[in-house]
C-alpha cells in the first residue's frame, strides 16, 4: 500500500535526512516548508518538511504533529541549503535552523501572531459629512483597502472615523495580519535618481545583457568609496523590479550602514516595492513577521546582514553584497558559512545576477574576477570627479616612547580645529589601555577563563575580558608583589580621548566605539551630532570606518596601523589595506579635499605603502605572489578543525588521535598541526586546531567526507567544530 512520506531534516547534528509517515490528518497541513514534530529514538524532536512523496511506509515512524499554518521557505530553496551543509561538511538541519529567524528553533509556534482590522471601501457611492470621516474614506478608496497601522501613517486616530464608517456602510472590516515593522512609520524622503555619470553608464550597460537575461551572471563591482556603486545597485534592482522579480542585498552591519537603508527605502518606498530590512536590532517578533511577508511573496526587497543570504525570496533576479570584503559576512561560531560565497551559490541556483561590490575587494573576489570566473566592473574615479585624499604615512619611530601622537599629526589636528573643520581618529582599540602592569615586577592581569590581558577602562573602573564579558575592579596594590605601582600600558580609545581633551581644551571631543554605542540610539546620535557639526574630533574603533558620509571631516587619522598588520593571520595585510582604504575614505567626502596621516612602525610594508598610494593592483600583486608561495587562498583551500573542551589533556589527545587518522587518508592534502588556536583558551575551554590545507578542492572534500566517521572516535566532552575557508585562525 502506498502513503504519504515526509523527508524530514531533523534540528540537531544528525548526518542525513530521515523519512517519516505523514498520517492521513496531517495530509493537508504537511506541505514542504513546515517545521514538524517526530519521534526520534525515545524522545520527540523538530525537524523541517523538506519533500514529500507516495512511497512504502513500512517501519516508518509517523509525523507527530505540524508546527506552522504556513511553510517557513519555500521547495526551490531546499536544494540551496543542501548544497550549503555539504560544502560546509555541516548538519543540513542545524543549517535549516541557522537559517531560520531566531526563536523557531524550539517546540511549537513560539512566537504568537499578531492580527489588525482590515478596512475595505464599498460600493456605496456619496459621502459622509464629518471632515475626519471624509479623509479616512478618502484615503481608503484610493487604496482600496487599508488597515488601522497603515491609516495611522496619515491620520494619528481614525478609529472613532472608522467605527461611523462601517456603520455608515461605507467601509467594510474583516481581520488581517499585523506584520510588526519598525521602519513602517518612519518617514521617507523620496529621491530623484540622478543621470547616471559616463562610467556609471558603462557599467549599466555591461550589466544590461545579465539583467535582462535568466541566467547566473557574477560580477565583481570594484570602485572607490564615493565612486557611485550604490547608484549602480538601486538602478540595477529597478531593472529587476521591473520584470516582476525581487531583489536581496547584503550588507555587512545594518546598524552601522542607516544611510544606505535610507537610500533605498527613499527610491523604492510607495512605488513597485516592498522592502523588508532584517537585523540584530529587531525583535523575535518583527523577525518572524518579516520572515513570513517575504515567504509569502509581499516583499520585493529584502536588506540585511549576513543571516539574510536565507532569506525566503523566491524570483530572485539579483543579489548584492556590498563590501563583499567584509569579513563580517562569515559567521564565526556554529554553522560557519561566508555569506558572500554562499550568495554566488544561491545566485547560480536561482540564475540570477550577483554583484558584489568593494572598494577593496578580497583577494579571492578580484582573482576570480582576474580568472574570468565572475565579470569585472569598475568605477575608476569619485562622482563629480572629487579628488582621493592625499595620504602620508608617520613613521612612530621619531615620536618619543610613551606618546602616542606624532607631531605631524598633532599640527594637522591642530590646522584642522582652527579651520573650523571636523577631523576622524581611528584607534582599533576600546577601553582605557589594553593592559595594566606592574612597575616593580612586570605583573599583567589575565582572564581567568581565556588567558589574554585585561583591557583597562577607565570610566568604570573596570579591568574586562573583550572575549567574554568578564570584568574585575584593579586591584590597589599587584597581588604578586604588593607593590603599589601599577599602571596602564598601551593605548585604547578611551586614554585617547582623554589625552585630546588635554591637549586641545577647546574642541569638541567624541567617541564611537561598542562602550559609547551599547544604549540604543547612541550611534545614531553621535552620527547626526558628526553631521550637524557639533563634534570637532570623533575617536573611534573600526566603526568610525564605516559607511558613513560625513562631509565635514577632512582629516583622517590613524593612530596605530601595526595593530591589525601584526595580527597572527595570513589575512592581515589584506584586512590593514582595506581598513585604511576604508577609514582614508571619510575624508574629503565634501566641499574640502582630504588628507590622511597614517601612524605606523612598518612604514615600508607594501599594505601601507599601496594604501597610501591608492594602488590596489600593487597591492594584490604582492599579495597574491605571497599567497601562492605559502598555497594560501585563493591558491590553495583551507579547511580548519577546531577541537575544544573544558578538560585540556583529553582536546590534546583527541586532537593527536585525529591526526594521526587523518595523515593516513590526506593524499596530496597537508595536516598542519595540531596547534593551540591563536585563542588557547576562550571562555574557559581549551582549544586546538589542525589545519589543512589543499591545492584542490576535491581532494580536500574527500577527506572531509571521512569526518563524521572520525566524528564518532571522539571523546565525550570534546567538541570537534569544522570551518571551511576559515577567516580567523
Ligand atoms: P559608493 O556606494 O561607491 O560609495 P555612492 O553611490 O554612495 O558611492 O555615490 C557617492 C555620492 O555621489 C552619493 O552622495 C550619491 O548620491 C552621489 N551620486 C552617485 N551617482 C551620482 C550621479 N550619477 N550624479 C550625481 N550624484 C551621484
Ligand atoms: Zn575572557
Given at each position: 500500500?502506498?502513503?504519504?512520506?515526509?523527508?524530514?531534516?531533523?534540528?540537531?547534528?544528525?548526518?542525513?535526512?530521515?523519512?517519516?509517515?505523514?498520517?492521513?490528518?496531517?495530509?493537508?497541513?504537511?506541505?514542504?516548508?513546515?517545521?514538524?514534530?517526530?519521534?526520534?529514538?525515545?524522545?520527540?524532536?523538530?525537524?523541517?518538511?523538506?519533500?514529500?512523496?507516495?512511497?512504502?511506509?513500512?517501519?516508518?515512524?509517523?509525523?507527530?504533529?505540524?508546527?506552522?499554518?504556513?511553510?517557513?521557505?519555500?521547495?526551490?530553496?531546499?536544494?540551496?541549503?543542501?548544497?550549503?551543509?555539504?560544502?560546509?561538511?555541516?548538519?543540513?538541519?542545524?543549517?535549516?535552523?541557522?537559517?531560520?529567524?531566531?526563536?523557531?528553533?524550539?517546540?511549537?509556534?513560539?512566537?504568537?501572531?499578531?492580527?489588525?482590522?482590515?478596512?475595505?471601501?464599498?460600493?456605496?457611492?456619496?459621502?459622509?459629512?464629518?471632515?475626519?470621516?471624509?479623509?479616512?474614506?478618502?484615503?481608503?478608496?484610493?487604496?482600496?483597502?487599508?488597515?488601522?497601522?497603515?491609516?495611522?501613517?496619515?491620520?494619528?486616530?481614525?478609529?472613532?472615523?472608522?467605527?461611523?464608517?462601517?456603520?455608515?456602510?461605507?467601509?467594510?472590516?474583516?481581520?488581517?495580519?499585523?506584520?510588526?515593522?519598525?521602519?513602517?512609520?518612519?518617514?521617507?524622503?523620496?529621491?530623484?535618481?540622478?543621470?547616471?555619470?559616463?562610467?556609471?553608464?558603462?557599467?549599466?550597460?555591461?550589466?544590461?545583457?545579465?539583467?535582462?537575461?535568466?541566467?547566473?551572471?557574477?560580477?565583481?563591482?570594484?570602485?572607490?568609496?564615493?565612486?557611485?556603486?550604490?547608484?549602480?545597485?538601486?538602478?540595477?534592482?529597478?531593472?529587476?523590479?521591473?520584470?516582476?522579480?525581487?531583489?536581496?542585498?547584503?550588507?555587512?552591519e545594518?546598524a552601522l550602514?542607516p544611510?544606505?537603508?535610507?537610500?533605498?527605502?527613499?527610491?523604492?518606498?510607495?512605488?513597485?516595492?516592498?522592502?523588508?530590512?532584517?537585523?540584530?536590532g529587531?525583535?523575535?517578533?518583527?523577525?518572524?513577521?518579516?520572515?513570513?511577508?517575504?515567504?509569502?511573496?509581499?516583499?520585493?526587497?529584502?536588506?540585511?546582514?549576513?543571516?539574510?543570504?536565507?532569506?525566503?525570496?523566491?524570483?530572485?533576479?539579483?543579489?548584492?553584497?556590498?563590501?563583499?570584503?567584509?569579513?563580517?559576512?562569515?559567521?564565526?561560531?556554529?554553522?560557519?558559512?561566508?555569506?558572500?560565497?554562499?550568495?554566488?551559490?544561491?545566485?547560480?541556483?536561482?540564475?540570477?545576477?550577483?554583484?558584489?561590490?568593494?572598494?577593496?575587494?578580497?583577494?579571492?573576489?578580484?582573482?576570480?574576477?582576474?580568472?574570468?570566473?565572475?565579470?569585472?566592473?569598475?568605477?575608476?574615479?569619485?562622482?563629480?570627479?572629487?579628488?582621493?585624499?592625499?595620504?602620508?604615512?608617520?613613521?612612530?619611530?621619531?615620536?618619543?616612547?610613551?606618546?602616542?601622537?606624532?607631531?605631524?599629526?598633532?599640527?594637522?589636528?591642530?590646522?584642522?580645529?582652527?579651520?573650523?573643520?571636523?577631523?576622524?581618529?581611528?584607534?582599533?582599540?576600546r577601553?582605557?589601555?589594553?593592559?595594566?602592569?606592574?612597575?616593580?615586577?612586570?605583573?599583567?592581569?589575565?582572564?581567568?577563563?581565556?588567558?589574554?590581558?585585561?583591557?583597562?577602562?577607565?570610566?568604570?573602573?573596570?579591568?574586562?575580558?573583550?572575549?567574554?564579558?568578564?570584568?574585575?575592579?584593579?586591584?590597589?596594590?599587584?597581588?604578586?608583589?604588593?607593590?603599589?605601582?601599577?599602571?596602564?600600558?598601551?593605548?585604547?580609545t578611551?586614554?585617547?580621548?582623554?589625552?585630546?581633551?588635554?591637549?586641545?581644551?577647546?574642541?569638541?571631543?567624541a567617541r564611537m566605539d561598542r562602550d559609547t554605542t551599547a544604549r540604543k540610539g547612541a550611534h545614531q546620535s553621535l552620527m547626526?551630532r558628526m553631521?550637524?557639526?557639533?563634534?570637532?574630533?570623533l575617536?573611534g574603533t573600526q566603526m568610525v570606518?564605516k559607511?558613513?558620509?560625513?562631509?565635514?571631516?577632512?582629516?583622517?587619522?590613524?593612530?596605530?596601523?601595526?595593530?591589525?598588520?601584526?595580527?597572527?593571520?595570513?589575512?592581515?595585510?589584506?584586512?590593514?589595506?582595506?581598513?585604511?582604504?576604508?577609514?582614508?575614505?571619510?575624508?574629503?567626502?565634501?566641499?574640502?579635499?582630504?588628507?590622511?596621516?597614517?601612524?605606523?612602525?612598518?612604514?615600508?610594508?607594501?599594505?601601507?605603502?599601496?594604501?597610501?598610494?591608492?594602488?590596489?593592483?600593487?597591492?594584490?600583486?604582492?599579495?597574491?605572489?605571497?599567497?601562492?608561495?605559502?598555497?594560501?587562498?585563493?591558491?590553495?583551500?583551507?579547511?580548519?578543525?577546531?577541537?575544544?573542551?573544558?578538560?585540556?589533556?583529553?582536546?590534546?589527545?583527541?586532537?593527536?588521535?585525529?591526526?594521526?587518522?587523518?595523515?593516513?587518508?590526506?593524499?596530496?592534502?597537508?595536516?598542519?598541526?595540531?596547534?593551540?588556536?591563536?585563542?588557547?583558551?576562550?571562555?574557559?575551554?581549551?582549544?586546538?586546531?589542525?589545519?589543512?590545507?589543499?591545492?584542490?578542492?576535491?581532494?580536500?572534500?574527500?577527506?572531509?567526507?571521512?569526518?563524521?566517521?572520525?566524528?564518532?572516535?571522539?571523546?565525550?566532552?570534546?567538541?570537534?567544530?569544522?570551518?571551511?575557508?576559515?577567516?580567523?585562525?
Amino acid at each position: 500500500m502506498s502513503s504519504l512520506i515526509a523527508t524530514v531534516a531533523i534540528a540537531a547534528p544528525i548526518d542525513k535526512p530521515l523519512s517519516y509517515l505523514v498520517p492521513d490528518s496531517l495530509r493537508e497541513s504537511a506541505r514542504v516548508g513546515v517545521r514538524l514534530r517526530v519521534p526520534l529514538g525515545r524522545r520527540q524532536a523538530v525537524g523541517y518538511l523538506l519533500a514529500l512523496a507516495e512511497g512504502d511506509p513500512a517501519g516508518l515512524k509517523p509525523v507527530a504533529e505540524v508546527l506552522d499554518a504556513a511553510p517557513l521557505f519555500a521547495p526551490e530553496l531546499v536544494p540551496f541549503f543542501t548544497r550549503a551543509a555539504e560544502y560546509y561538511g555541516h548538519p543540513l538541519g542545524e543549517v535549516i535552523r541557522t537559517a531560520l529567524p531566531a526563536g523557531l528553533s524550539g517546540r511549537g509556534a513560539e512566537i504568537a501572531i499578531l492580527r489588525e482590522k482590515l478596512y475595505t471601501a464599498t460600493d456605496l457611492p456619496g459621502q459622509p459629512s464629518s471632515a475626519l470621516q471624509k479623509e479616512v474614506l478618502a484615503l481608503v478608496r484610493a487604496a482600496g483597502q487599508l488597515t488601522v497601522s497603515e491609516l495611522r501613517a496619515h491620520v494619528a486616530a481614525p478609529y472613532g472615523a472608522l467605527r461611523r464608517l462601517v456603520e455608515l456602510g461605507y467601509l467594510e472590516e474583516s481581520e488581517t495580519e499585523r506584520r510588526r515593522d519598525p521602519f513602517l512609520d518612519l518617514p521617507v524622503t523620496p529621491d530623484a535618481s540622478a543621470t547616471p555619470t559616463a562610467e556609471q553608464a558603462a557599467v549599466l550597460a555591461r550589466l544590461e545583457p545579465a539583467l535582462s537575461g535568466g541566467e547566473f551572471a557574477p560580477f565583481l563591482l570594484h570602485g572607490v568609496t564615493g565612486s557611485g556603486k550604490t547608484e549602480i545597485y538601486l538602478r540595477a534592482i529597478d531593472q529587476i523590479l521591473a520584470q516582476g522579480r525581487r531583489a536581496l542585498v547584503l550588507v555587512p552591519e545594518i546598524a552601522l550602514t542607516p544611510q544606505l537603508v535610507g537610500r533605498f527605502r527613499a527610491r523604492f518606498h510607495g512605488g513597485r516595492a516592498s522592502i523588508a530590512v532584517l537585523h540584530s536590532g529587531l525583535s523575535d517578533g518583527e523577525r518572524y513577521d518579516a520572515w513570513r511577508a517575504i515567504a509569502r511573496g509581499e516583499v520585493q526587497i529584502v536588506i540585511g546582514a549576513r543571516s539574510a543570504v536565507f532569506a525566503p525570496l523566491d524570483k530572485l533576479g539579483i543579489i548584492v553584497v556590498d563590501e563583499e570584503h567584509e569579513a563580517s559576512y562569515k559567521q564565526g561560531e556554529g554553522f560557519r558559512y561566508h555569506a558572500r560565497d554562499l550568495a554566488l551559490l544561491r545566485g547560480q541556483m536561482a540564475y540570477a545576477t550577483v554583484l558584489l561590490g568593494s572598494a577593496t575587494p578580497a583577494v579571492t573576489t578580484f582573482q576570480r574576477a582576474q580568472s574570468g570566473q565572475t565579470g569585472y566592473l569598475e568605477l575608476r574615479g569619485r562622482v563629480l570627479s572629487r579628488e582621493l585624499p592625499q595620504i602620508e604615512l608617520v613613521d612612530l619611530a621619531a615620536t618619543p616612547f610613551g606618546e602616542h601622537l606624532s607631531a605631524p599629526l598633532l599640527t594637522a589636528l591642530e590646522e584642522n580645529l582652527t579651520r573650523g573643520e571636523q577631523s576622524l581618529l581611528l584607534l582599533n582599540r576600546r577601553g582605557f589601555a589594553p593592559y595594566l602592569l606592574c612597575a616593580d615586577c612586570g605583573a599583567t592581569f589575565r582572564c581567568p577563563n581565556c588567558e589574554i590581558t585585561l583591557t583597562f577602562h577607565r570610566q568604570n573602573r573596570l579591568l574586562r575580558c573583550h572575549y567574554c564579558d568578564y570584568q574585575q575592579t584593579p586591584p590597589e596594590l599587584c597581588p604578586n608583589c604588593n607593590g603599589g605601582n601599577i599602571h596602564p600600558e598601551g593605548i585604547g580609545t578611551e586614554r585617547l580621548e582623554s589625552e585630546l581633551a588635554e591637549r586641545f581644551p577647546e574642541a569638541r571631543i567624541a567617541r564611537m566605539d561598542r562602550d559609547t554605542t551599547a544604549r540604543k540610539g547612541a550611534h545614531q546620535s553621535l552620527m547626526e551630532r558628526m553631521t550637524g557639526r557639533e563634534i570637532d574630533i570623533l575617536v573611534g574603533t573600526q566603526m568610525v570606518a564605516k559607511g558613513h558620509d560625513f562631509h565635514g571631516v577632512t582629516l583622517v587619522g590613524v593612530v596605530n596601523a601595526d595593530a591589525t598588520l601584526n595580527f597572527p593571520d595570513f589575512r592581515s595585510a589584506e584586512r590593514t589595506f582595506a581598513l585604511l582604504t576604508q577609514v582614508a575614505g571619510r575624508a574629503g567626502r565634501g566641499e574640502l579635499p582630504g588628507r590622511v596621516i597614517i601612524q605606523t612602525r612598518n612604514p615600508d610594508h607594501y599594505a601601507l605603502a599601496c594604501a597610501a598610494s591608492h594602488d590596489y593592483r600593487g597591492f594584490y600583486e604582492q599579495e597574491a605572489a605571497f599567497r601562492q608561495e605559502l598555497g594560501y587562498p585563493p591558491f590553495g583551500h583551507l579547511v580548519n578543525l577546531v577541537l575544544s573542551g573544558n578538560d585540556g589533556e583529553r582536546v590534546a589527545a583527541a586532537a593527536q588521535e585525529l591526526v594521526s587518522a587523518l595523515f593516513q587518508a590526506a593524499g596530496e592534502v597537508e595536516v598542519l598541526g595540531p596547534a593551540p588556536c591563536p585563542l588557547a583558551k576562550l571562555r574557559g575551554k581549551s582549544r586546538i586546531q589542525i589545519l589543512l590545507k589543499s591545492p584542490t578542492r576535491p581532494s580536500l572534500r574527500r577527506l572531509l567526507a571521512r569526518l563524521p566517521a572520525l566524528r564518532k572516535k571522539i571523546p565525550a566532552g570534546v567538541a570537534l567544530a569544522v570551518d571551511v575557508d576559515p577567516v580567523d585562525m
